[in-house]
């Protein structure tokens, strides 16, 4: 099973990076951007089968290492092998 | 939806519970009621909670800092403003302090360091003046406690980070490991700066109806309540307290500061103070208390990156990189196009006023109106009961067993405490600017004055906590005591320090005991090296589950350097020189309390510190600074943690050369190389030059002994077997690299 984390800056968090974006935006000409946020995404391969193991190890991976979840907040999405 | 509606959002009802959850005891609550006469808003509450909490108001710690000496004939400014301001000659100045981010640090340690960095910064070019050096003092709780690397490898890279991206070098501090600081570390930032004597910007205005400017980064929601986090003690609830960590940007940073060098070239400052803790609130009231004016508020103006923030939220927001000030309204124009060109805010968000209360107002309502003064300069201040710290009892002779010397100096020069900080300060920027001359690692970071071809300033940040713990007055007065022989050890004449004062919760009276008798040795040391306190903070309230931190006191020092050329190294630089150990009135250690030895070799924290004779002290400085000058020595280092083995050994390690050191035969060999008498320097010089030096001592009243001589590649301490510089060096630079490997 895969399992795809999408980790996001917690609102009103500062976010130098999206700042960064959204003005290079404006420079090329982008306009009407208002704001941008940035995050990553992490995709992990798993041996387990049961989605709901397979999700609290994942969960537990993410408040250890993955998310620093004093800033960050987190998504877990699991996908059946072959996608 | 309109940005600003908050009906959906009503605001709590103000009582004295949630007074109480705001930090404020019930009778400051009392004194709130009794002082506006009326039930304050919720705003207003949160006004008062940030300005009456320890870190603001320095409610317990005033009328000790009162005591301290804080003027001399080079101090141009004491404490007060942001920084405190030193004369080094030539019309320049520097201005320096140390801040602590503690709190902070230990919630989040890459951003809450950074942050530190970034305040320190503030403080310092708020005033005008162009950070030219950086050190922090680093306390972690032990090796072995689950958190400490985690903590250790956030606070360093938050600390590079921010440094590194801004720009000013780091050149050193200070990093210790104990299990009293397990559930509190302590991050203390300092930096100093470089201005011209007659460019100097406060924080007090003068003149009514001017316009109030806000500079800098944008407003979110970010460390709301941040001040009153940091004057609280942590207990197992510590997780709901995080999203209070703010999270700052380097870059920005970098830019408010050209934008600020620009704009008070330009003569539109009429006062300036940086946003740091309590933000908006803590520096508008601030600067209307100092001027003695009133400060009106209009929140619609403030910049803000988020919707629907409330006054409460704008009030209290710690978001980084922010600046308010009083603009010389001829000017504005001048000083929107110089933001606007460093594509930061600029808005003019209220004015001065003549009624002294601090009004503000958002959607058109008032939402606070409170007497400025009461907030600032004449908040609460406390005589806190306290109680006179229990002396600890002197060691019995001879209730250890004598240890092989070799061996044991082997074991303390690869302990924790001791051990190359090489990989800490290798992550940090030391050499940016072009002008360190000493790196980290000596006795006191070397850094030139940009444009002078021999001028250069002198930093060191000392203390040893567990002196502190065992004796605050002792301890105190030795902080100072080592950072003044740090500086003179490089070559330069001591001039001033910032303390930044750690402790426990100052409501115990034997915490506060430790704080009041700290403060009484700070002070006495201060005044007879003549070496005056010019800036500080206070940090309180250092405990997790009852238990506080170990006293920390660290004291950060500058000194001058007249003419670098003269300087000599930590290092031995010669073979065959002879060894001299000078200073103390007990040539050899004596000294085996709270010694380093004591507690690596034989795991005990016993006993009283060694105490510190201070006018020996001056002598034995003035003396050693003289022999500098006058090109009389190769090397000087002081002798402090670990005693006369380890600085001969940091000699050796510096410079790869050794020394053959004879003691005489009658004294315990265990506490000739590993007490640690204070006020002790170990020098080397050319044999011709014996005679002189010893007639420079006798004539100075200052104690000089040969103790041996340097040579090739080992060092041998009396009848123990010699080590190989080589296998010093291996274990000096070992220890750290593998804990954090681990």
């Not at chain 2, 750690?502 to 034997?510: D, I, R, S």
């Not at chain 2, 670990?642 to 390690?653: D, F, H, K, S």
């Amino acid at each position: 099973m895969k399992a795809r984390v999408l980790i996001t800056l917690k609102t009103g968090v500062l976010d130098p990076q999206g700042k960064a974006v959204q003005k290079a935006l404006g420079t090329l000409g982008f306009d009407g951007v208002d704001n941008v946020r940035q995050g990553k995404v992490i995709e992990i391969d798993l041996t387990e089968t049961d989605e709901t193991a397979a999700y609290a190890k994942v969960s537990n991976m993410c408040d250890k290492l993955l998310a620093n979840t004093v800033i960050e907040n987190y998504q877990i999405e699991l996908l059946p092998d072959g996608t | 939806m309109n940005a600003h509606d908050t009906r959906n959002n009503p605001e709590p009802l103000v009582d004295a519970d949630l007074a109480a959850d705001h930090g404020l005891s019930p009778d400051e609550y009392q004194k709130v009621l009794d002082l506006i006469g009326r039930t304050p808003s919720f705003t207003e509450l949160g006004i008062f909670s940030a300005m009456w909490n320890e870190h603001c108001s320095y409610k317990s710690s005033k009328k000790w800092l009162k005591t301290l000496p804080t003027t001399g004939k080079r101090v141009v400014l004491g404490p007060g403003e942001n920084a405190g301001v030193v004369d080094i000659d030539d019309g320049q100045v520097v201005v320096f302090k140390m801040e602590s981010h503690n709190h902070p640090s230990f919630i989040e340690p890459y951003q809450g360091a950074a942050t530190g960095i970034g305040g320190i910064l503030r403080d310092v070019f708020t005033m005008g003046a162009r950070p030219i050096a950086a050190m922090n003092a680093l306390r972690f709780g032990a090796v072995d406690h689950p958190k400490t690397r985690h903590l250790v490898a956030g606070v360093v890279a938050g600390i590079g980070g921010y440094g590194n991206s801004f720009g000013v070098p780091n050149v050193g501090g200070e990093v210790n490991f104990h299990k009293r600081y397990n559930g509190n570390i302590l991050v203390n930032a300092f930096a100093a700066g470089l201005a011209d004597a007659d460019k100097i910007f406060l924080s007090k205005p003068t003149g009514v109806g001017l316009p109030v400017v806000y500079l800098g980064a944008k407003t979110g929601r970010d460390g709301i309540h941040g001040a009153t986090m940091a004057s609280a003690e942590f207990d197992d609830s510590i997780e709901e307290k995080r999203p209070t960590v703010q999270v700052g940007d380097p870059f920005t940073e970098k830019c408010l500061l050209e934008a600020c060098m620009e704009l008070m070239a330009s003569g539109a400052v009429i006062a300036i103070q940086d946003m740091g803790a309590a933000g908006l609130t803590c520096s508008a009231v601030e600067m209307g208390a100092k001027g003695n004016l009133g400060i009106r508020l209009d929140l619609d103006n403030v910049p803000c990156r988020e919707d629907a923030m409330t006054a409460y939220e704008m009030m209290l927001s710690e978001s980084q990189e922010r600046m308010l000030m009083v603009l010389d309204p001829t000017l504005e124009n001048q000083a929107r196009a110089i933001f606007e060109k460093w594509d930061l805010d600029f808005a003019i968000v209220g004015e001065t006023t003549d009624d002294l209360r601090f009004r503000v107002f958002r959607d058109g309502v008032e939402v606070a109106d409170l007497p400025i003064k009461d907030l600032g300069d004449e908040a609460p201040e406390y005589d806190r009961p306290w109680t006179m710290p229990v002396p600890r009892p002197a060691l019995e002779h001879n209730d250890f067993a004598d240890t092989d010397i070799a061996a044991s100096l082997l074991t303390l020069i690869g302990s924790p405490d001791l051990a190359s900080r090489r990989w800490v300060w290798e992550q940090y920027d030391h050499l940016i600017q072009g002008n360190t001359i000493v790196r980290p690692g000596s006795d006191a970071a070397i850094v030139r004055i940009a444009g002078h071809e021999k001028k250069a300033l002198a930093f060191s940040s000392d203390v040893t906590p567990r002196y502190c713990d065992a004796d605050p007055f002792e301890g105190g007065k030795q902080a100072v005591a080592e950072c003044w022989r740090n500086l003179t050890a490089s070559g330069a004449t001591p001039l001033a320090i910032t303390d930044n004062l750690n402790f426990g919760n100052p409501e115990k009276p034997e915490i506060m005991g430790t704080f009041v008798r700290a403060i009484q040795g700070i002070g006495e040391a201060c005044k007879i090296l003549d070496f005056p306190v010019v800036s500080g903070n206070v940090s309180l309230y250092n405990e997790t589950n009852n238990e506080a931190i170990l006293p920390t006191p660290t004291i950060a020092g500058v000194g001058l350097i007249s003419d670098l050329r003269k300087i000599v190294p930590s290092g031995f630089t010669n073979i065959s020189d002879i060894v001299l150990l000078v200073g103390a009135p007990d040539t050899w250690g004596t000294h085996l309390g709270q010694s380093l030895y004591l507690r690596e070799i034989h795991s005990r924290e016993d006993g009283p510190p060694p105490p510190v004779d201070l006018e020996q002290e001056k002598q034995a400085g003035d003396l050693v600074r003289s022999l500098i000058a006058d090109g009389l020595v190769n090397a000087v280092h002081d002798c402090s943690d670990g005693g006369l083995g380890v600085t001969l050994a940091e000699m050796a390690i510096q410079s790869g050369i050794g020394a053959a050191i004879t003691p005489p035969q009658t004294l315990s060999p265990v506490a000739a190389f590993f007490g640690e008498d204070q006020g002790r320097y170990v020098m080397t010089a050319r044999l011709e030059d014996r005679a002189e030096l010893w007639d420079r001592c006798e004539k100075a009243g200052v104690a000089i002994e040969e103790i041996g001589s340097t040579i090739a590649g080992e060092l041998k301490l009396g009848n123990a077997d010699a080590i190989f510089v080589k296998e010093l060096q291996e274990r000096h630079e070992a220890w750290f690299p593998q804990f954090m490997n681990m």
